[in-house]
C-alpha cells in the first residue's frame, strides 16, 4: 500500500523550532518529487515546499522563505521539514504529498498538526 | 501572485448534479487539478489535468477547463460527496508554485 506517514508535530513557542518529518512506503521514494502543504485551522491548502527527487530543485513560497528547510534522505525513504522562527501564523497541519510529473499530488499523508503558540 | 477563485458554498439536492467553478486569469492554458477534503481529512485528488481521473474516483465526477474558468461536475450527486473541493495549477511565474483555489463546500441538501 502506498503510504505518507509525518511526524513531529506539536506545540511550540514563537520564535521556536520544529523538525518535522515524513516517511514513505509503497512505491519507490526515490523517483518521486515532493512537497509539503499545510493547512490552517479553518482555512484551505497552502503550499509550503517542494523538492526534486534528487534534491537538485527545491522551491519555496514566500512565506516560509528564510525560515524553512526541505530536504529529504532517499535512503530512509523519508522527507523532512526543519521550521525555524516559527511564528503564530505558521500553526497549522503539515502534509506531505508525493507530486506526479502532471505537477499535482496523486498521494497525501494523514498530516501532522503544529502549534506555535506562548 | 496567480489567484483561482471558487465560490464559498454550492447546495445540490441527491441526484442531481453539482457544477464547481475555478476561475483565474487564462486558466484555459494551464492544467487544472481538483481534490476533495472530508472534515479531518487529508485532500484526495478527484481530477487531474484538466478532466482526467485517478483509478478508483467515480465516473460521476468529471472536470472542463477552457478561457478563464474551469470546472469541476458531479453527476448523480450521493450524500458522500458533501465535502470542501479545491482546484489547483502549477504556476512556474509565480513564487506560489502550488497555487490553490479559495475552495468550495458542497453541502447535499
Known amino acids: 500500500e502506498v503510504q505518507l506517514v509525518e511526524s513531529g508535530g506539536g506545540v511550540v513557542q514563537p520564535g521556536g523550532s520544529r523538525r518535522l518529518s515524513c516517511e514513505a512506503s509503497?512505491?519507490?521514494?526515490?523517483?518521486?518529487?515532493m512537497n509539503w502543504v499545510r493547512q490552517a485551522p479553518g482555512k484551505g491548502p497552502e503550499w509550503v515546499s517542494h523538492i526534486s527527487s534528487g534534491s537538485r530543485d527545491i522551491y519555496y513560497a514566500d512565506s516560509v522563505r528564510g525560515r524553512f528547510t526541505i530536504s529529504r534522505d532517499n535512503a530512509k525513504n523519508s522527507l523532512y521539514l526543519q521550521m525555524n522562527s516559527l511564528r503564530v501564523e505558521d500553526t497549522a497541519v503539515y502534509y506531505c504529498?508525493?507530486?506526479?510529473?502532471?505537477?499535482?499530488?496523486?498521494?497525501w499523508g494523514k498530516g501532522t498538526t503544529v502549534t506555535v503558540s506562548s | 501572485s496567480y489567484v483561482l477563485t471558487q465560490p464559498p458554498s454550492v447546495s445540490v439536492a441527491p441526484g442531481q448534479t453539482a457544477r464547481i467553478t475555478c476561475g483565474g486569469n487564462?486558466?484555459?492554458?494551464?492544467?487544472v487539478h481538483w481534490y476533495q477534503q472530508k472534515p479531518g481529512q487529508a485532500p484526495v485528488l478527484v481530477v487531474y489535468d484538466d478532466s482526467e481521473r485517478p483509478s478508483g474516483i467515480p465516473e460521476r465526477f468529471s472536470g472542463s477547463n477552457s478561457g478563464n474558468t474551469a470546472t469541476l461536475t458531479i453527476s448523480r450527486v450521493e450524500a458522500g460527496d458533501e465535502a470542501d473541493y479545491y482546484c489547483q495549477v502549477w504556476d512556474s511565474r509565480s513564487d506560489h508554485h502550488y497555487v490553490f483555489g479559495t475552495g468550495t463546500k458542497v453541502t447535499v441538501l
Open positions: 504529498a508525493r507530486v506526479l510529473f502532471g505537477n499535482y499530488m496523486d498521494v
Open positions: 509503497g512505491f519507490s521514494f526515490s523517483s518521486y518529487n
Open positions: 487564462n486558466i484555459g492554458s494551464k492544467s
